[in-house]
């Protein structure tokens, strides 16, 4: 199967965003944050409703994916044939409450 993933403005915004922190401010791992976001494209690639269900009001079908070691995680939902996946967010655990979407 071949996934087409689309990256949603705001999403997009999210990930150059915390990339561009992430080399300034973790040197030891520059290319940490980086390697978990291509591993989690990689993962969801592969299976696309590999990361957990979560509820929403107004988006049917909601996933995420915790990018373990940098504790972000990647919001997400799949076309209904399975071949489109949509990035919605990419947001800190830190925050303690879900992003906006």
């Not at 915004?13 to 401010?25: D, E, G, L, M, P």
């Not at 290319?31 to 979560?54: H, K, R």
């Amino acid at each position: 199967m071949n996934i087409r993933f689309r990256i949603s403005p705001r999403a997009g915004r999210q990930i150059r965003a915390a990339v561009k922190w992430w080399i300034a401010n973790r040197t030891a791992a520059r290319t940490l944050l980086t390697d978990e976001i291509e591993a989690a494209y990689a993962l969801i690639a592969d299976m696309p409703f590999a990361g957990e269900a979560v509820p929403h009001s107004r988006i049917a079908g909601l996933r995420r994916v915790l990018l373990g070691r940098t504790r972000y995680q990647l919001y997400y939902t799949v076309s209904d044939d399975a071949t489109v996946v949509e990035i919605l967010s990419l947001w800190h655990t830190a925050r303690g409450k879900p992003p906006r979407l």
